[in-house]
């Protein structure tokens, strides 16, 4: 057993892994039938399969003996920029009135989506 | 001199970011490589400050590597509870709730943080803000009891972060 034999021994794990979280993620992107449900699917993939499979990716190029760090900024910049796209549609589907009403804040009047001045709500419904 | 080091690098984490990604994004470390980075650094964070008026008064690095270390365990741990959930729990017996988190946190880098942190986390993702930013919607996938999750979300990474964005 030598260290080659263990690394793709490893990568074959990391690539598994990550390809059994992304089929959990497409199931329940066609699963589930409430958008807001919806959205929760891609989080998994964007976090653990897209993570597992550039680990995989990372381990290889040890293996090969080319080191390469380039997944370490991969993954930071799709954990910087997945919740701002995730959250953009959670907007949208509160925007649209897809989803179940939010209870409104304890403090403030409204959910800052929801606070769109009284003449462009009327000009949405009349261009709907 | 206190003055013209602040007016060259207003933003020290941004110029430190930078560099560190310039020499990541080269793939080996070489000294004209990081001298350049942190050339990049300066001159970018000098010329986009004017977008960035307020920078965040404190930040404890150190907390912050141990709230990212807690924050990937959670990841994983939630990962499998909703790979659980997806498998077996059908449409019709999926409980889904919204919940609303009260902020105590006022900085807007401090709430982004959290924002994203209750995203990465699956099962739960972060919505909407108040229009006075003094609570933060939040959709659950499934859930009993929705009351234990809010709390959750306070205790565990509010109040952390409260301690890393003083």
Redesign the interface.
């Known amino acids: 057993m030598n260290a080659e034999i263990i690394g793709t021994y490893a990568v074959a794990v990391c690539l598994l892994i990550g390809s059994v979280f992304t089929l959990v993620g497409v199931i329940g992107l066609l699963k589930f039938n409430a958008p807001m449900s919806r959205l929760h699917a891609p989080t998994k993939v964007g976090t653990v399969g897209i993570g597992m499979l550039l680990a995989a990716s990372m381990i290889h190029s040890f293996v090969i003996g080319q080191m390469s760090l380039h997944e370490l900024l991969i993954m930071g910049f799709l954990f910087v920029t997945a919740p701002i796209s995730a959250n953009f549609i959670a907007k949208v589907n509160i925007h649209r009135g897809d989803c179940e009403t939010p209870p409104s804040p304890p403090q403030d009047d409204t959910w800052s989506t929801l606070n769109t001045p009284q003449e462009d709500r009327t000009n949405d419904i009349a261009s709907q | 001199m206190k003055r013209a080091f602040v007016w060259l690098i207003p933003h020290p984490f941004v110029t430190l970011l930078l560099a560190i990604?310039w020499t990541?994004?080269q793939?080996e470390v070489s000294a004209g490589m990081v001298v350049f980075g942190i050339i990049l650094g300066i001159i970018i964070s000098r010329g986009t400050s004017i977008w960035w008026p307020n920078t965040p008064k404190s930040f404890r690095l150190d907390k912050m590597i141990t709230y990212s270390v807690m924050v990937i365990w959670d990841?994983?741990v939630a990962?499998i509870q909703?790979?659980w959930v997806?498998?077996t729990v059908p449409?019709a017996k999926?409980k889904?709730a919204?919940i609303?988190v009260?902020l105590e946190l006022r900085q807007p880098e401090a709430i982004t943080v959290l924002?994203?942190t209750i995203?990465?986390t699956?099962?739960t993702?972060?919505?909407?803000?108040?229009?006075?930013?003094?609570?933060l919607?939040v959709?659950v996938?499934h859930t009993d009891d929705p009351d234990a999750v809010r709390d959750d979300i306070v205790n565990r990474y509010q109040s952390r972060l409260k301690e890393i964005f003083i």
């Open positions: 990604v990541f994004l793939n990841i994983l990962n909703v790979a997806v498998l449409n999926l889904p919204w609303v009260p924002a994203g995203t990465l699956p099962g993702v972060s919505a909407d803000l108040s229009d006075e930013g003094h609570s919607l959709h996938l």
